[in-house]
């Protein structure tokens, strides 16, 4: 299998945040989405891939190419989307984009128009105009009329109404199967990625915590539940817990479940993606 994305060993270093020696690749494909708290490194982690931000060391490669020295051909290839302004606000839609299409040898006008249409978007009408949401949208029409192979997004879905995020989320799937694209996609809505992501990569705190398919990582986890006495004995193999009134309920691996299966009066779940996350990100 080809490899469209490989970060190998980047760091960043911000006065008050340093994302650690991270390192993970994407495959020709496949979805991947990239969660973790917030203020974990996620956005530092996808500019730095756009070359929006230098990095201080590591690799980044895209289709095989230095992302910085093959800048060009590079972004030729992607589609960004990104929640914060990348284009000026004053300007009409259309105008827009008629000024970024010929930077795009693949610019297709035809599909451009066909997602305007498809969002209900006016092309009349300026960016500054638009809410949070139609925004995001445009974003989505601009960055995929130029049939990118990769498609990297920023927060995507978290201004879009459910009915659109269900669709959007069609919308990329299909892409990839018909045209065989990656996604890396980073988000707060974990139930999307549970919709569509092959592969999720948490970052927490600027470092890595895993990087595996979302098959794997539920089938690595479970959730444990049971009542004070029989699990604080058992303190050591869970990730993170917390106490309510009905016992304790924490996240263990499955492989260390073991230990407690004989006892009757606990309880074993398959934990949701929000649940590794919130237990894996409190583990201290
Ligand atoms: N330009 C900057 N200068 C200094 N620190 C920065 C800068 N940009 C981001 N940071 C810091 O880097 C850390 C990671 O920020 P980042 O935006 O990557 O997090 P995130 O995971 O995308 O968070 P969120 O989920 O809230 O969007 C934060 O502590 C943030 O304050």
Known sequence: MSKVLEVNNVSKDYRDFRLND????????????????????????????MNLLSKDSGEIKVFNKDHVYDEVGVKEKIGFVYDGDI???GMKLGKLAKLIAPFYRSWDDEIFHGYIKKF???LDKKL?????GMKIKFSIAMALAHKPELIIMDEPTSGLDPVFRREFLDLIQDI???????????????SDLE????????????EIVFTDTLCDLVENYRLVKGKKGDL???KDILIGMRTNKFGIEGLAETN?????????????????LEDIMYYVSRRD
């Open 22 to 49: 991270i390192s993970f690749s994407l495959e020709k494909g496949y979805i991947m989405g990239l969660i973790g708290p917030n203020g974990s490194g996620k956005t530092t982690t996808i500019k730095l891939i």
């Open 87 to 89: 284009y000026p606000s």
């Open 120 to 122: 209900n978007l006016n």
């Open 128 to 132: 500054e105009e638009l809410s949070k």
């Open 176 to 190: 990839i199967e018909k045209r065989q694209a990656s996604v890396l996609f980073s988000t707060h809505i974990t």
């Open 195 to 206: 919709k569509v992501a092959d592969y999720i990569t948490f970052i927490n705190d600027g």
């Open 232 to 234: 604080t004995n058992h």
């Open 256 to 272: 260390d479940c073991q230990a407690l299966i004989e006892n009757e009066d606990i309880l074993f779940e398959k934990p949701n």
